[in-house]
């Protein structure tokens, strides 16, 4: 079957799902303008987060890298960037970077606009109001799916996510990458334990190695902090769940990836340079999680739930699963695709992934999921390098 | 009636019960037809074959643990008689 979806090309070959007008605020101090900007005009997101300030070395690339990230991705058809005037993250190299993608791409500083935050707010809303009516004019055309970038997510798991939807995610993860397509997994703190498994897919030993060394390194640290993170894995709730090691609860987060090779493991937000499966460093965290994965390009995000979570991220549509009855029931408005039926037996792990499949269909040629039609768009960025402040303690 | 639960690969040795399951209540596995041991929760594993001390227990067609006892068929599987490998070779090193 020639399986296709409608998107809109952007200059540089990608292509989005959304048309979407991003207002990228440089630093922490002008949120609010952002938000007040993205607020006046149609289809447009501010990307409100708390950094950009006092920011040096790996810190600050790792901020500079994800904003870049989310600006640049195809599902945002232009973006104005806002900074205050002062901050060391600045607007002007944050729209270079962001004009490499050839997508429009304008900014200013808070700071040069005579009359305060109105004035700049009301200059914000002027450009943004021309980009949106260029953007307009854009037409869908059809695509393959070797266009897509799939994030594969999980959050609030329980004992049933493992059995029902993250593997009926990995069966549309494998689908996706036969078709062309491109996966990444984030959440390396649930490759515990799996990491032989994880190399044995490694598409050569330089990627073996570097899998082994993330894990290796990870659980170095924790022995040199003392802390005794798998003494304490899976968690009292995981055991009670029936999760008897931390190999089967990590099992249960890879099965979202399928059977695929691993190309490489990204930085956080690092967008991949190869089609197929690629592992992402990051923590765990759904809503940092979410937010590399859309910087990294990613067009849409399936994120399975067991216990219920309504977040969603301004970028990228994010389309729930849950295998958990009462949650699909308790939270059935945060909930897009109900695969309690895997555990009440009424349907199979396959003829679940053929549900997901024609929703992912569906979200990509426009339908909203939950968390568009709810109005969340989460952000929050990993700060995942040594930062001198962060050893700082009161004697 | 039939106990409702689902095994992950076939390569597998144990099974996840889709309902809590009561003791003594038979399961009907191709053909195979065993007494469950003890009750298991919802979300919680049996025993598909007898699985020795220092064997492997199988889910998603992979290493899970090591039995840490003899467990028959029809077994709850959990803590209480399997260990992860990776934390065992771990603690060895």
């Given amino acids: 079957m020639n399986e296709e979806f409608m998107g809109y090309e952007r200059s540089n070959g990608k292509v989005g799902i959304r048309n979407k007008i991003a207002i990228i605020p440089s630093v922490v101090c002008v949120n609010h303008i952002a938000e007040q900007i993205a607020n006046k005009l149609d289809d447009a997101i501010a990307i409100k987060h708390p950094l950009g300030c006092g920011q040096f070395g790996p810190d600050y690339n790792n901020t500079f890298r994800t904003l870049v990230g989310l600006g640049s991705n195809p599902n945002i058809y232009g973006v104005v960037v806002i900074g205050l005037g002062c901050e060391n993250l600045k607007s002007r190299v944050l729209a270079k970077n962001l004009r490499r993608t050839k997508k429009p791409v304008e900014f200013f500083d808070v700071q040069d606009i005579k009359g305060g935050s109105t004035a700049a707010i009301e200059h914000g809303i002027k450009i943004g109001n021309q980009m949106r009516q260029e953007a307009n004019e854009l037409k869908k055309e059809t695509f393959d799916f070797s266009n897509l970038v799939l994030g594969l997510e999980c959050g609030g798991s329980d004992s049933i996510s493992g059995i029902s939807a993250n593997p009926t995610v990995g069966i549309v993860s494998d689908r996706i990458i036969e078709l062309g397509g491109t996966s990444i997994l984030p959440e390396f703190t649930e490759w515990i334990g799996t990491e032989h498994l994880l190399i044995e897919r490694a598409i050569n030993e330089s990627v073996a190695h570097k899998i082994h060394n993330t894990i290796t390194g990870f659980v170095e640290n924790l022995k040199d902090l003392g802390i005794d993170f798998l003494g304490v894995q899976p968690t009292p709730g995981n055991i009670e769940g029936g999760l008897s090691t931390i190999e089967e609860k990590s099992l249960g987060n890879i099965a979202k990836s399928g059977k695929s090779p691993i190309q490489g493991i990204l930085d956080y937000s690092e967008p991949p340079n190869t089609k197929g499966l690629w592992l992402m460093l990051e923590p765990g965290l759904d809503v940092e999680s979410m937010t590399g994965l859309a910087a990294a390009g990613a067009q849409v995000i399936l994120m399975t739930t067991g216990r219920g979570s309504p977040c969603g991220n301004p970028v990228a549509p994010v389309i729930k699963l849950c295998g958990n009855p009462k949650t699909c029931d308790w939270m059935a408005e945060n909930i897009d695709v109900d695969a309690s039926q895997i555990i009440t037996g009424e349907k199979t792990i396959e003829e679940l992934s053929e549900i997901l499949w024609l929703k992912i269909k569906k979200t990509l040629n426009g339908e909203q999921t939950q968390a568009e039609k709810l109005g969340f768009e989460d952000i929050a960025i990993w700060r995942n390098t040594a930062s001198p402040f962060q050893y700082m303690h009161c004697k | ?93």
């Fill in chain 2, 1 to 93: 009636m039939n106990v409702k639960f689902i095994i992950m690969n076939t390569r597998d040795n144990c099974a996840t019960a889709l309902e809590d399951i009561d003791q003594g209540e038979e399961v009907d596995y191709n053909g195979k037809k065993f007494k469950i041991n003890q009750s298991i929760p919802l979300g919680h594993k049996f025993a598909l074959n007898d699985i020795k001390q220092e064997k492997y227990v199988i889910k998603y067609g992979q290493r899970i643990g090591i039995a840490t006892e003899d467990i028959k068929l029809g077994d709850w599987i959990h803590t209480h008689n399997i260990i992860s490998y990776y934390l065992k070779e771990l603690l060895n090193q």
